[in-house]
T-cell receptor
Framework: DAKTTQPPSMDCAEGRAANLPCNHS???????VYWYRQIHSQGPQYIIHGLKNNETNEMASLIITEDRKSSTLILPHATLRDTAVYYCVSGTYKYIFGTGTRLKVLA | DAGVTQSPTHLIKTRGQQVTLRCSPK?????VSWYQQALGQGPQFIFQ???????QRGNFPDRFSGHQFPNYSSELNVNALLLGDSALYLCASSTGFGGSNEKLFFGSGTQLSVL
């Protein structure tokens, strides 16, 4: 099973970019990398996913290294509402969540 | 378009009892996965149902069982409850194309407390 490693916590100033790293050195060649976030013990919310290429959507950007052993989620202009626990996830059929990164956006 | 709905939202049981949690997937989804999330931890995969069969299972004992109905809704059953079963139980649905390209949509969960 793929396993991901993330820093336990990060702070970011409101309006600045938040860069959240993830290590997934054991990921298989055909496994996607997903990012979810969870606010106030609600269900996790999908943010973005990718396989090899960098991806961007209305919420965030995902940068995946060429060797696919790590990735970075970028929230370009963090707001207070982005304060949440962010999970980097991978797997096949069963997705393995780590303990995530608790991002606090500071006013 | 309703998203993933779970019931009940909260539940209190005592040790040794049995519990059934329910999940209705997002419209158009045919696959349901269940996760257990203890306080301060990430969600842990319990099992996934597709075409009314258990397709994958995580490291959970046989006390945890499930079912998927023809309308794709699902139930999670836990027998002989232990104090350690207290957690937020999350249901996630997806389109079931399988493999690794499977975006999950989560419900808000059922908070189970075992006394």
């Amino acid at each position: 099973d793929a396993k991901t490693t993330q820093p336990p916590s990060m702070d970011c100033a409101e309006g600045r970019a938040a860069n959240l790293p993830c290590n997934h050195s054991t990921i298989s060649g055909n496994e996607y990398v997903y990012w979810y976030r969870q606010i106030h013990s609600q269900g996790p919310q999908y943010i973005i996913h990718g396989l090899k290429n960098n991806e961007t959507n209305e919420m965030a950007s995902l940068i995946i290294t060429e060797d696919r052993k790590s990735s970075t989620l970028i929230l370009p202009h963090a707001t207070l509402r982005d304060t949440a626990v962010y999970y980097c996830v991978s797997g096949t059929y069963k997705y393995i969540f780590g303990t995530g990164t608790r991002l606090k956006v500071l006013a | 378009d309703a998203g993933v709905t779970q019931s009940p939202t909260h539940l209190i049981k005592t040790r040794g009892q049995q519990v059934t949690l329910r999940c209705s997937p997002k419209s158009g989804h045919d696959t349901v996965s269940w996760y257990q999330q203890a306080l301060g931890q990430g969600p842990q995969f319990i099992f996934q149902y597709y075409e009314e069969e258990e397709r994958q299972r995580g490291n959970f004992p046989d006390r945890f069982s499930g079912h998927q109905f023809p309308n794709y809704s699902s139930e999670l059953n836990v027998n002989a409850l232990l104090l350690g079963d207290s957690a937020l139980y999350l249901c996630a649905s997806s389109t079931g194309f399988g493999g690794s390209n499977e975006k999950l949509f989560f419900g808000s969960g059922t908070q189970l407390s075992v006394l």
